[in-house]
């Protein structure tokens, strides 16, 4: 099992920045992916950014030039660091894992709010 606690979300005006964390626990050994999704209600969960383990990314269009995903390996944490955000960036934000094999894990999601 992979356990991963998401941080960083909150509430920002439009143009702003926000980092989100994402600690990643329990048998993090066999982890290819980790990346962001997020999730406005009633909406179906869209990918954000992903990255592997050997460092390769990909991003969404609406993202792209705006939001980077980075990973530390040696603290099982990977980052999305959010700038120049909009009002359409709101949405709650999950972290998750893939392994080998097929499983996924996700985190609770943290919310981000962006002002306009």
């Known amino acids: 099992q992979v356990q991963l606690v998401e941080s960083g979300g909150g509430l920002v005006q439009a143009g702003g920045s926000l980092r989100l964390s994402c600690v990643a626990s329990?048998?993090?050994?066999?982890?290819?992916?980790m990346g962001w999704y997020r999730q406005v209600q009633g909406d179906q969960r869209e990918q954000v950014a992903i990255?592997?383990?050997?460092?390769?990314?990909n991003y969404a269009d609406s993202v792209k030039g705006r939001f980077t995903i980075s990973g530390d390996n040696a603290k099982n944490t990977v980052y999305l660091q959010m700038n120049n955000l909009k009002p359409e960036d709101t949405a709650v934000y999950y972290c998750?894992?893939?392994?080998?094999?097929?499983?996924?894990?996700w985190g609770k999601g943290t919310l981000v709010t962006v002002s306009s």
């Open positions: 329990g048998s993090v050994f066999s982890i290819n992916i």
């Open positions: 990255i592997s383990s050997g460092g390769i990314t």
């Open positions: 998750c894992a893939f392994r080998g094999g097929g499983s996924s894990y």
